[in-house]
T-cell receptor
Framework: DAGVTQSPTHLIKTRGQHVTLRCSPISGHKSVSWYQQVLGQGPQFIFQYYEKEERGRGNFPDRFSARQFPNYSSELNVNALLLGDSALYLC??????????????FGPGTRLTVT | GENVEQHPSTLSVQEGDSAVIKCTYS??????FPWYKQELGKRPQLIID?????GEKKDQRIAVTLNKTAKHFSLHITETQPEDSAVYFCAARHSGAGSYQLTFGKGTKLSVIP
């Protein structure tokens, strides 16, 4: 089975622009979470979606939004980019059921650079 | 909200020695504690996890222990090998139905010296 996939792998944007990041979960996984990882730090939770509904939101401004599609893939949108948004954006998927419900598997991430 | 503290931030060991990384958490309702290994430029990889109803779990050279009373958990790697060199993150899952939010520690950079 394919793991979690994300696109694009790298992205360079300028301040004030908008960006859309995409994630496809592991087949059969129904929950997708987004994390931001700044260099030298642990991942920080942004959003969690399950069955197309938002189930959790971290301490991020309203410039960050996300959605989940019927096929369980997900998009993360960031508006009015700031230099401080430069980071690795990670998507993680979970079965959200059964004995291994809590296990989260990460994608390779999208490296966003804002100039 | 949940807060996870991790130490040490860096750890160097000789090949074959053991390595121990410790984490503390603040929310006594947290019930799931995974450990991730992240090599340079790669995704975090789930290496072991433990639930709050278990005190210890082992998988070959890796073990995790949990002390709910003290709200701390530890990763133990025995017989370390150069390929164990990476950054290790601990995390705690927020309580609450349907929540899969993880709060991560700041990471421990492990260097295994051949």
């Amino acid at each position: 089975d394919a793991g979690v996939t994300q696109s694009p792998t790298h992205l360079i944007k300028t301040r004030g622009q908008h960006v859309t990041l995409r994630c496809s979960p592991i087949s059969g996984h129904k929950s997708v979470s987004w994390y931001q990882q700044v260099l030298g730090q642990g991942p920080q939770f942004i959003f969690q979606y399950y069955e197309k509904e938002e189930r959790g939101r971290g301490n991020f401004p309203d410039r960050f939004s996300a959605r989940q599609f019927p096929n369980y893939s997900s998009e993360l949108n960031v508006n009015a980019l700031l230099l401080g948004d430069s980071a690795l954006y990670l998507c993680a998927s979970s079965l959200a059921g059964g004995q291994r419900a809590y296990e989260q598997y990460f994608g390779p991430g999208t490296r966003l650079t804002v100039t | 909200g949940e807060n996870v503290e991790q130490h040490p931030s860096t750890l160097s060991v000789q090949e074959g020695d053991s390595a121990v990384i410790k984490c503390t958490y603040s929310d006594s309702a947290s019930n799931y504690f995974p450990w991730y290994k992240q090599e340079l430029g790669k995704r975090p990889q789930l290496i072991i996890d433990i639930r709050s109803n278990v005190g210890e779990k082992k998988d070959q050279r890796i073990a995790v222990t949990l002390n709910k009373t003290a709200k701390h958990f530890s990763l133990h790697i025995t017989e370390t090998q150069p390929e164990d060199s990476a950054v290790y993150f601990c995390a705690a899952r927020h309580s609450g139905a349907g929540s899969y939010q993880l709060t991560f520690g700041k990471g421990t950079k492990l260097s295994v010296i051949p």
